[in-house]
């Protein structure tokens, strides 16, 4: 199975790299990483100064995590004088060099990490929403070097498309959608008090919670905006989900927050299961995800769920959770009724079935995670 992928000229064994982050801070970590067999490594963001971290700062629960960090806590003086240069040596895999944050930064960081790096991601998180300081920043990185340039979009952006065609137009090449949400906040009821954060207690959200939010943001830039390569992050946790982000428009992958769930070897097995899941879904390559066109036929009568009661175990989640009151369970008689004068062909019912007995309404199989 062909596993490999270009983005903006970078060529990738697989399309699988670490988002920017912990698992990612210096050259220990990257080099442990790599041997987990991604195709690529990005960096944790680098900027002019080491950042105060609050710590406790990364929380996870089942579907996602929460973190308070910021940038690396390393000052820009040992990134470029002792990680880079030793992954530069010992790095079999291309490395983007993740940096931010104004276009004051770039001036000064670009000169000095261009030498290590195969391409750059932006961190566009602390800058605001303005477009034109958006396209500043791109332009300022282009003047300073001639490799890739991706910037990294928060979801708070509300003009996607814009703020695609802007780093497009002022010199960038990709797009890597999304950052992590926020701000959101957790709480401890019992303590009466904001379990951890920066001075205001707020902290950003990612992991498989934001993983629609994600697919519909690669979907939407990498169909409206041409001349621009999307890197897909946010909520990836299996090869399914890989295909799923290159189905999108993505051209690559980045994840973090799954490997901070599952543990770190998580990205060895999302790129050894990778064939498995083309050839389940019958690609022949990477390549051949990508280049396939997505279909999409909107329909206004409903179609009613058919039960398979050999495989029902009558468990009656379906009627439990049916909004529209149109599916009951008889569990001694062994049967389910669907009312179809009340059934309005929602598919919340096969969706949630746990066994997979429910057919007729949504146009896939399986309970969704």
């Known amino acids: 199975m062909d596993l490999r992928t270009s983005v903006a000229g970078i060529e990738l064994k697989n399309p699988v790299m670490p988002a920017s982050g912990p698992l990612v801070g210096d050259d220990e970590k990257i080099l442990y990483i790599e041997r987990l067999g991604v195709g690529g490594i990005v960096t944790k963001t680098i900027s002019t100064k080491a950042a105060e971290v609050p710590r ?8 996602y995590v929460m973190n308070a960090e910021l940038w690396s806590e390393l000052p820009p003086e040992k990134w470029i004088n002792e990680i880079l240069p030793r992954l530069k040596r010992e790095l ?10 104004t276009k004051e930064d770039m001036e000064q960081l670009i000169p000095e990490l261009d030498k290590f ?25 282009r003047k300073n070097t001639d490799k890739p340039i991706f910037m990294k979009m928060s979801p708070h952006i509300p003009d996607r498309i814009g703020f695609a065609k802007v780093a497009r137009d002022n010199g960038a090449n990709g797009v890597v959608a999304i950052n992590s949400l926020g701000p959101t906040l957790k709480i401890d009821p019992k303590g009466r008090q904001i379990v951890f954060g920066g001075k205001d207690g707020y902290v950003w959200v990612s992991g498989p919670y934001i993983k629609p939010l994600a697919l519909a943001v690669v979907y939407e830039v990498s169909h409206a905006v041409e001349g621009i390569d999307v890197i897909g992050v946010g909520g990836i946790a299996t090869a399914d989900d890989v295909v799923e982000f290159l189905l999108a428009g993505a051209k690559a992958v980045q994840l973090l927050s799954s490997a901070l769930i599952q543990g770190k070897d998580i990205y060895k097995r999302i790129v050894d299961s990778l064939p498995r899941a083309l050839e389940k879904y019958g690609f022949r390559s990477v390549q051949e995800v990508i280049e396939t066109e997505l279909e999409w036929n909107v329909k206004y009568e409903p179609d009613h769920p058919k039960v398979d009661l050999d495989k029902c175990t009558f468990c009656k989640v379906c009627e439990w959770v049916c909004p529209y009151w149109a599916i009951w ?10 009312d179809e004068d009340k059934c309005f062909g929602c598919g919340l019912c096969q969706t949630r079935c746990p066994v997979n007995a429910i057919s007729g309404v949504m146009p896939v199989e399986g309970k969704w995670r």
């Not at 079999?92 to 944050?101: A, E, F, Q, W």
């Not at 369970?329 to 669907?338: I, L, M, P, Q, S």
């Open 92 to 101: 079999k895999v291309p490395m983007i060099v993740s940096v931010g944050y």
């Open 56 to 63: 406790p700062c990364i929380g996870g629960g089942t579907s």
């Open 117 to 141: 790096a195969d391409g750059f991601e932006v961190s566009t998180h602390y800058v605001g929403k303005d477009l034109s300081v958006i396209g500043e920043i791109v332009s300022t990185i």
């Open 329 to 338: 369970v008889d569990k001694e008689a062994k049967t389910v009724t669907v």
